[in-house]
Nanobody
Framework: QVQVVESGGGSVQAGGSLRLSCAAS????????MRWYRQAPGKEREFVAG???????NYADSVKDRFSISRDNAANTVYLQMNSLKPEDTALYYC????????????WGQGTQVTVAS
């Protein structure tokens, strides 16, 4: 059974930092495109950052230069380092594992809450 579990959320002051973790079981994260999404109250879920199986990364413009995604193959875990947090970063953060090649797969975690106070 595949599980994708986020952790590391919490409440911080603006300008602070948090590191989110996405631990997977039942899949090997290095074989997937791993992405972080977030959803703020009353808004649609939006892409935050992604890392491909070859290690290429990309970011939403709103978090570029502040957030960093990385992968630890030994731990089968993906991280999102978030620095210089802003109140508008407040959201429920989700981890997604996607593989487009057959058999295609798409897994979501339950999310971890990030709250940034001004």
């Amino acid at each position: 059974q595949v599980q994708v579990v986020e952790s590391g959320g919490g409440s911080v002051q603006a300008g602070g930092s948090l590191r989110l973790s996405c631990a997977a079981s039942g899949i090997t994260v290095r074989n997937y495109v791993m992405r972080w999404y977030r959803q703020a109250p009353g808004k649609e879920r939006e892409f935050v950052a992604g890392i491909t199986s070859s290690g290429l990364t990309n970011y939403a413009d709103s978090v570029k230069d502040r957030f960093s995604i990385s992968r630890d193959n030994a731990a089968n875990t993906v991280y999102l380092q978030m620095n210089s947090l802003k109140p508008e970063d407040t959201a429920l953060y989700y981890c997604n594992a996607y593989r487009g090649t057959w058999p295609s797969s798409n897994y979501w975690g339950q999310g971890t809450q990030v709250t940034v106070a001004s």
